[in-house]
Nanobody, 120 residues
């Protein structure tokens, strides 16, 4: 069964950190570019970060540059999003998406999402 499963979300105080994981089953995630998107209530979905399958290039939204880091563990078939210096405006459901190239689109394969809440 082909699946993308996000984990690692939760409640964290402003300034704190979380690491999100995107684990694949049923296919080799290493062959795909992987993007992280987020959607807050009442807001449009936003591309946060992407890592390319070709050369490992990474891309970030301006809103998270210098705070978030995307990485890949090929042995574990998993992509991570390390989120530091979290702000209340980072609160959203975070989705990982596998695609041929960065950035993924709505027609690519999406996980179910994990909730991140930044609040004191």
């Amino acid at each position: 069964q082909v699946q993308l499963v996000e984990s690692g979300g939760g409640l964290v105080q402003p300034g704190g950190s979380l690491r999100l994981s995107c684990a694949a089953s049923g296919f080799t995630l290493n062959y795909y570019s992987v993007g992280w998107f987020r959607q807050a209530p009442g807001k449009e979905r936003e591309g946060v970060s992407c890592i390319s399958s070709n050369d490992g290039s990474t891309f970030y939204a301006d809103s998270v540059k210098g705070r978030f880091t995307i990485s890949r563990d090929k042995a574990k078939n998993t992509v991570y999003l390390q989120m530091n210096s979290l702000k209340p405006e980072d609160t959203a459901v975070y989705y990982c998406v596998s695609a041929a190239v960065c950035w993924p689109t709505e027609t690519d394969y999406w996980g179910q999402g994990t909730q991140v809440t930044v609040s004191s």
